[in-house]
Every structure is written in structure tokens, then in C-alpha cells.
């Protein structure tokens, strides 16, 4: 039996909770203090073979870093978005592939979506993994 969406986010954001220094929010939040993440699901396809023997769950995991005028926050974005490293996050995530065992498996595609976000009068950089996890 495939395992519900929110056990699957509750697995990436316990993923992500390994990067440390990295704020892992279980919604999108209001207000935020950086660098912080949260994932949601883009959508699920229940037929990837007979009698639910599949279903695909894509999420978006959103970072966001500092101020986008600061050099610095492009040097934090670049860390997260490494393939490897102590803020990779696909490295995070994809030390469990399983989610402590929710999953069959998962891969973290790719890193796309640079952009400014802004709240209140702050102006952020942020950027969207796109991560497949299967059941």
C-alpha cells in the first residue's frame, strides 16, 4: 500500500533537517527567517502500474538563502545546489532514498527556478529542487 503524501514530505523534510543551519518548514511560511526550506507536491500519478503497484509523487523542495543583493547569498545558493558537499541538497535527500522506509525510492532531478522572492521590503534568492519519489 502506497504511502501517504504527507508521510512522503515528512520524510523529505527530515532529509533536509540534516543540513545544518538549514530551517525546515512543514508549510509554505508567512514569514521567514533564512536560509530555509519547504517542500509541497506537485502532483500524483496513481497509475504507474496495475493495482497501485506505483505511484510517482513529484515535490518542489524550495530553498531560500539571503538577501539577493549580497554576494554572499549567491555563494549559500551554489552550496545548496552542489551535487555534493555538506549543503548539498541532493545529497541530503538522497541519503535516503527510502525515507526511512515510506518510499521505494526517490532521485532529485534537478535544480531549477533562480529567482528573487520578496517579503515585506527584503528581496531574497530562492530556488526549486524538482524531487520524484515513488511508492
Known amino acids: 500500500m502506497p504511502s501517504s503524501i504527507a508521510d512522503l514530505a515528512d520524510g ?9 543551519g538549514l ?18 507536491p506537485e502532483s ?3 497509475h504507474g502500474a496495475f493495482a497501485n503497484g506505483l505511484v510517482e509523487v513529484p515535490f518542489t523542495v524550495t ?19 552542489s551535487a555534493t558537499g555538506d549543503k548539498s541538497v541532493r545529497q541530503a535527500i538522497e541519503a535516503d532514498q527510502t525515507l ?11 535544480a531549477e527556478n533562480i529567482r528573487v522572492v520578496s517579503q515585506g521590503e527584503a528581496d531574497y534568492l530562492a530556488v526549486d529542487f524538482s524531487c520524484v519519489v515513488y511508492t
Open 12 to 20: 523529505l523534510e527530515t532529509r533536509l533537517a540534516t543540513i545544518t
Open 63 to 81: 530553498v531560500v538563502v539571503g538577501r539577493s543583493a549580497e554576494r554572499s547569498s549567491q555563494k549559500s545558493l551554489y552550496a545548496y545546489m
Open 44 to 46: 500524483v500519478d496513481y
Open 100 to 110: 526511512a522506509g515510506v518510499a521505494q525510492s526517490l532521485v532529485v532531478e534537478n
Open 23 to 40: 530551517r525546515v518548514f512543514d508549510h509554505i511560511p508567512d514569514v521567514f527567517a533564512v536560509p530555509c526550506a519547504f517542500v509541497l
